[in-house]
């Protein structure tokens, strides 16, 4: 290849990388509580250096344990995210928003239409291992779609941006280890003050913290 043909593509690769915009991950769900898959999923998208933004998108519904001694609230997952999630990931690229509509997937229609604005570029977090969750965001994308997308707005860019990371419970004294985390099953050790168990819903980087996250859950906190 010609000296001047490669300068040229070099050039051009430049100027390609300096053009392109960083892109926003919006990450709507319970979040009552926030769990350890909850957790790898913003640091998946928070180390992605494409990614600009990990917003969390926090909703006002409460969510109860099955004997209705724990009830989880706006309050009680804003302050486990403030206070032991967001110090460990990697500071200032993830963000809480609170948003009026109960419904996940709505807050993150309504994030496009009242929080996007011109030029910008969104992705609904998701990961390829859960074939629902996956196919969730590419249809979310697809209906943003410009010329098509009956949701599109003008000036904003919807993709499809997946991550591959998963989290499955490990050295549980039940029958729940390799399945995937989940916000019920933590409310029910919280239910049961089982701290033994109920250390094996949180991220490694806080599970020192286990008993003051039982206290906030159990609101003795």
Not at 81 to 99: D, F, I, N, T
Not at 139 to 155: A, L
Not at 164 to 171: I, K, N, R, S
Request: avoid cysteine; aromatic fraction near 8%; proline fraction near 6%.
């Amino acid at each position: 290849m010609r000296f001047d043909s490669t300068y040229q593509a070099l050039m051009q690769g430049i100027l390609f990388e300096s053009a392109v915009k960083q892109i926003t991950a919006i990450f709507p769900g319970g979040f009552k509580p926030p769990h350890k898959g909850h957790f790898e999923l913003a640091k998946s998208y928070a180390n992605d250096p494409s990614i600009e933004t990990v917003k969390i998108i926090l909703g006002p519904t409460e969510r109860t344990s099955v004997d209705g001694s724990i009830v989880i609230g706006l309050k009680e997952s804003t302050l486990i995210w403030e206070q032991y999630y967001l110090p460990a990931l990697p500071l200032g690229k993830v963000q809480l928003v609170s948003m009026s509509n109960p419904n996940p997937m709505r807050q993150a229609f309504d994030y496009i239409q009242e929080n996007a604005v011109e030029g910008e570029i969104v992705t609904l977090v998701s990961s390829q291992k859960d074939a629902k969750d996956a196919q969730r965001a590419l249809d979310f994308s697809k209906k943003h779609e410009e010329g098509t997308g009956r949701y599109h707005k003008p000036g904003v860019s919807v993709v499809y941006h997946p991550t591959d990371t998963v989290a499955l419970y490990a050295d549980r004294t039940d029958k729940k280890n390799e399945q995937p985390i989940s916000a019920s099953t933590m409310r029910g050790d919280a239910a049961r003050g089982d701290i033994i168990n109920f250390t094996t819903n949180l991220p490694e980087e806080v599970q020192e913290h286990a008993a003051d996250i039982l206290n906030i859950i159990s609101n003795e906190g």
